[in-house]
C-alpha cells in the first residue's frame, strides 16, 4: 500500500484495491513507456523553405533599404504593401463557399519615398550577398509569361519631370543606392559589379 498512499484522493476517496497483478501491470507500463521515451528517433526540426529564406531576407533588406533613403535625406520612406484580393468559389455547400482563392496584386516597386526637394521616388530593393547584381535578378517568371521589374522603374520616370528611380542593392551590412537608369545595366546578360555600386551609389 505503501506505493499509492500518495495516490489516495483529496477529497478522501480511499485508493483501489493493488494486489500483485497490478503490481507488475504498472511497472511493466512505466517500462514500455520508458523504452519507447529512450529508443525514440529524435525530431528533426524542420529546417525553412528556400523561399521563406528569401522572404525574410527581402524583409531585412526593405529595412536596410529605408533606412538609407531616410539617411539621404527623405522625408518618408514606406514599403509598397501586396495587395490581395480574395474571390470566394461559385461552387457552394449549405450556401457556404467551399473555399476562397487570394489573387495577388504585383506591386509597382518595393519603396515609395518623398525626397526633400518633394520628388516622389518609386525604389526596388534587390539583397544581394554575391559580389555581380545580374539582370535575371530584376526578372520574375509568372503564371502566363514574364514579369520585368525594371519595367516599373522607367515606367515611373516616364510619368513627371520630378519624380526618381532607385535601384537599392543590400549586401550584407552595406547598402549602395543606385539612380535609375544604371549606365550599362539595361538588357539581359548584363550585371553591376558591387565595386562599381559602391563608386556609383548616390548614399555616400
Request: glycine letters at 8%; hydrophobic letters at 35%.
Amino acid at each position: 500500500m505503501d506505493d499509492w498512499d500518495d495516490m489516495i484522493d483529496p477529497h478522501g476517496v480511499p485508493p483501489r484495491q493493488v494486489t500483485d497483478a497490478t503490481k507488475i501491470n504498472v511497472n511493466f507500463g512505466e517500462q514500455m513507456t520508458a523504452m519507447k521515451q529512450h529508443y525514440a528517433p529524435a525530431q528533426k526540426k524542420k529546417k525553412p523553405s528556400q523561399g521563406k529564406k528569401n522572404q525574410a531576407a527581402g524583409k531585412a533588406g526593405e529595412k536596410d533599404a529605408v533606412a538609407s533613403l531616410l539617411k539621404m535625406g527623405h522625408l518618408r520612406a514606406d514599403p509598397i504593401p501586396t495587395k490581395r484580393t480574395y474571390v470566394f468559389a461559385q461552387k457552394a455547400f449549405n450556401g457556404q463557399p467551399l473555399f476562397r482563392q487570394a489573387k495577388m496584386e504585383r506591386a509597382k516597386g518595393d519603396i515609395y519615398s518623398m525626397d526633400e526637394n518633394g520628388r516622389l521616388c518609386l525604389s526596388e530593393v534587390k539583397s544581394h550577398d554575391k559580389n555581380t547584381l545580374p539582370w535575371g535578378m530584376l526578372t520574375r517568371r509568372i503564371a502566363g509569361g514574364t514579369y520585368h521589374q525594371s519595367e516599373n522603374l522607367d515606367g515611373h520616370i516616364a510619368l513627371h519631370p520630378r519624380v526618381s528611380a532607385f535601384l537599392i542593392w543590400v549586401r550584407g551590412k552595406e547598402t549602395a543606392v543606385l539612380q535609375w537608369p544604371v549606365q550599362g545595366f539595361d538588357k539581359p546578360r548584363t550585371s553591376i559589379k558591387w565595386s562599381d555600386a559602391l563608386q556609383w551609389r548616390v548614399n555616400k
